[in-house]
């Protein structure tokens, strides 16, 4: 596609539910990034692909945060047990994978624990 | 290591006064530097990017920044601010090894008087 497409755009969910993000990259971008960005905080950085490398998961905050990439491609990032801290904006990236071409972002996943 | 600091959290100045947004960093190698918008409600759009090229990079509406190795600094400038600026502007520092490590600044909030 043209842009970095992540879906849904809006969750609200209730504490102690799973709940499902997911990111499609732009074509052929075989480096993929998912941030959170939480009220009044900066950027953290959660998980890092680069293509059939194995992730970097350094930034996941719990064992309840994991991330998968499937084919290279379209990314889903899972949260199971929610806690009203998850709330947040998930924001995935993706790039060509050289630093000189930047990252594109989606417009994130706004994540809504009640 | 390498880390990012944005020296202000917010910064305010009248339309049609200069713009200044300071960005400090560290890093072991020379990295690749650059700086992020996010609109409310946006995405996060790539304003420029310094990839070891010139020192002085120039990036979309007008912005401009300028990569100081001997006080690893990359200040945001531009000359002029408009009222559609205001937004929340990140510093993000790369560097490619093994893995490439994407660190961003907290933001600064800028605020365009009128």
């Known amino acids: 596609g043209a842009g970095v497409s992540q879906s849904p755009s809006n969750k609200v969910t209730e504490k102690g539910k799973d709940v499902e993000l997911r990111c499609d990259p732009i074509?052929?971008?075989?480096?993929l990034y998912w941030y959170r960005q939480s009220l009044g905080q900066g950027l953290e950085f959660l998980i890092y692909f680069q293509g059939n490398s194995a992730p970097d998961k350094s930034g996941l905050p719990s064992d309840r945060f994991s991330a998968e990439r499937t084919g290279g491609s379209v990314s889903t990032l899972t949260i199971q047990r929610t806690q009203q801290e998850d709330s947040a904006v998930y924001l995935c990236?993706?790039?060509?994978?050289?630093?000189?071409?930047?990252?594109?972002f989606g417009s994130g996943t706004r994540l809504t624990v009640v | 290591a390498q880390s990012v600091t944005q020296l202000d959290s917010h910064v305010s100045v009248s339309e049609g006064t200069p713009v200044l947004l300071r960005c400090n960093y560290s890093?072991?190698?020379?990295?690749?530097l650059f700086w992020y918008v996010q609109h409310p409600n946006k995405g996060l759009q790539l304003l420029l990017k310094y990839t070891s090229a010139a020192t002085l990079v120039k990036g979309i509406n007008g912005f401009e920044a300028e990569f100081k190795k001997s006080e690893t600094s990359f200040h945001l400038t531009k000359p002029s601010a408009h009222m559609s600026d205001a937004a929340e502007y990140f510093c993000?520092?790369?560097?490619?090894?093994?893995?490439?490590?994407?660190?961003f600044g907290t933001g600064t909030k800028l605020q365009v008087i009128p």
């Open positions: 993000v520092v790369i560097y490619s090894g093994g893995y490439q490590k994407v660190t």
């Open positions: 074509s052929g971008h075989t480096a």
């Open positions: 990236a993706s790039s060509l994978g050289g630093v000189s071409y930047g990252y594109t």
């Open positions: 890093s072991s190698y020379s990295p690749s």
